[in-house]
Each structure stands twice: as structure tokens, then as C-alpha cells.
């Protein structure tokens, strides 16, 4: 378990030079800018109403599980590695793999921001019998009445 991490940020900068080539370079870094954009805005954009959070609370656990996603991938992607020596194909399964799951987070987050943003504010609890204080408003009962 040594070099899981070493591995795993190798293959990360080749994933990145692969995507590259695959979407050219705008392509790729609007590819990176969605993918992190819908995780902040999942999580972080939370916080723009009061009762967003209540609303989608499962938006701030995307950044964790999309990390958690991402060792898991690597995880099965160095022992494929170890198990079989075919490199080509794994490069090609796993980049797929790691392609989807972050566009999924990443759509999770949209998700959780739309839910919450479309979400109805709690009602507020009025007490009973609640009247509004004289004067409060204009009334031309009161001068009317004999």
C-alpha cells in the first residue's frame, strides 16, 4: 500500500493528458470546470437561502463520496494492473469509469442546488389570535359608526 498514493497521482496527471487529447485543450478544462462546479455549487451553494440545507442535506456529503469514488476506482485500477499485465485496456475501463462517476457527482450537485433553490420555505408559525395593533391600519369603520 506503499505506493497506492505515488500511483495514484501519477495516473491522475496521465488521466488529465489523456483527457486532453480526447476533448482538446478547452474541452478538458471545461470538462474539469463542470465537474468541479457542480460539486461546489452541490455542497457550498447550499448556504444561498436560509432553508436550502434542510432541503438537500445530502449535497454536502457529494465532495466526500465523489473522493471516496475516486480511491475506490484507482483502487481496483491498480489491482487490475497487478492482476493482468494489460495495461491499454485498463488505461481505457478505468477513464471511462472515472469520466462517468465524476460527471454523476457532478450532476448530483446540480440536482441537490435545483431541489433546494425550488423548495418552498417553511411556513412561518403565526401564534393564535394574533391581531394586528391599533392603528396599524387605516380604517374608515371606526369614524362611520353612530
Known amino acids: 500500500m506503499s505506493g497506492f498514493f505515488p500511483n495514484l497521482f501519477a495516473e491522475m496527471g496521465a488521466r488529465r493528458k489523456r ?39 445530502w449535497g454536502f456529503a457529494l465532495p466526500l463520496l465523489f473522493l471516496l469514488g ?4 484507482e483502487a481496483r485500477r491498480q489491482w487490475a494492473l497487478r492482476a493482468s499485465g ?9 477513464d471511462w469509469a472515472t469520466f462517468l ?15 433546494a433553490w425550488s423548495a ?11 391581531r394586528p395593533p391599533a392603528g396599524a391600519i387605516d380604517s374608515t369603520i371606526e369614524q362611520m359608526a353612530p
Open 86 to 94: 494489460d495495461s491499454d485496456k485498463i488505461k481505457s475501463t478505468h
Open 120 to 130: 418552498e420555505p417553511p411556513p412561518v408559525a403565526e401564534p393564535e389570535g394574533w
Open 101 to 115: 462517476w465524476s460527471l454523476a457527482c457532478a450532476l448530483a450537485g446540480a440536482a441537490a442546488f435545483v431541489l
Open 19 to 57: 483527457l486532453r487529447e480526447a476533448f482538446g485543450d478547452r474541452g478538458q478544462a471545461m470538462v474539469e470546470f463542470l465537474v468541479l462546479a457542480g460539486l461546489l455549487i452541490g455542497s457550498a451553494g447550499l448556504y444561498v437561502r436560509p432553508w436550502m440545507p434542510a432541503a438537500a442535506p
Open 70 to 73: 475516486y480511491v475506490v476506482i
